[in-house]
């Protein structure tokens, strides 16, 4: 496996591995985004047998023990398989998450103490502000969190939109339906009216750049897609629902 680096938006690094054994024959990609600022934050951890290729792509960037933050938006293997081999390989770092997540699970998983994060609360990580967004059960989890950085307009989506395969860095509208058959496919989420709620207020954030977990993120008009992203889990929602 190989880690591609992208620069998806100013200062903000996709880094993608391509694993062709999940979701064949297109494979599924792992992303994970680095934001560059004076503290750097990495969201995603990836596995943890993935962490020598993406540390690797990391360390094209910025000697990793330059890196100062580690979030994530849930608990999973994909998304927080690594966290104490980043802890580890950069000595100031510390895991950033919401407050939920550390009371339940990070207190006691992480190597050292994480920040606990309030909704809606800002971490200057300087030059760079990202917000966390308490997103309970989206995409999956009690625990889930998201994070948007202010400057460039970038929503670290984790799983939202999610496509198989692998695809350009970056795509505009056409990944929604992609993500909505994949939805369809995995049957990943708990689809609510709580779920659907969440992520038209991650719509109203108008965001520039979606980066999304799997497959390509989305460059243009991130307020266009969540909304038809909510659409479409909407109709399958009513789709389900009891006569």
């Excluded at 200057?124 to 994070?147: E, K, Q």
Aim: proline content about 6%; glycine content about 8%.
């Amino acid at each position: 496996m190989e880690t591609h680096v992208s620069e998806i938006a100013p200062r903000i690094y996709r880094l993608s591995t391509l694993v062709p054994d999940v979701a064949p024959p297109h494979g599924f990609t792992f992303n994970q985004f680095l934001v560059d600022a004076e503290e750097p934050l990495l969201f995603h951890c990836g596995h943890r047998g993935m962490f020598p290729a993406i540390s690797a792509a990391v360390a094209k960037i910025m000697p990793l023990e330059k890196l100062r933050w580690i979030s994530f938006s849930h608990l999973e293997a994909d998304e927080s398989g690594a966290m104490n081999a980043w802890l580890a390989a950069a000595p100031r770092s510390q895991i950033a998450h919401g407050g939920l997540a550390c009371d339940v699970s990070l207190n006691d998983l992480a190597d050292r103490a994480p920040r606990a994060l309030a909704d809606n609360e800002v971490l200057d990580i300087g030059g760079r502000r990202l917000r966390f967004l308490a997103t309970p059960h989206v995409p999956h989890g009690w625990d889930a969190g998201l994070m948007f950085e202010e400057a460039t307009g970038t929503l670290l989506c984790s799983d939202l939109l999610g496509q198989i395969g692998s695809g350009p860095a970056l795509r505009g509208q056409e990944i929604v339906e992609e993500a909505l058959a994949a939805e369809d496919m995995f049957r990943s989420m708990s689809l609510t009216h709580n779920t659907v709620e969440t992520i038209r207020r991650l719509a109203d954030l108008a965001p520039k750049t979606l980066a999304v977990m799997h497959g390509s993120s989305l460059s243009g008009d991130g307020r266009r897609a969540l909304s038809a992203y909510a659409d479409g889990l909407q109709t399958r929602m009513r789709a389900a629902a009891p006569a």
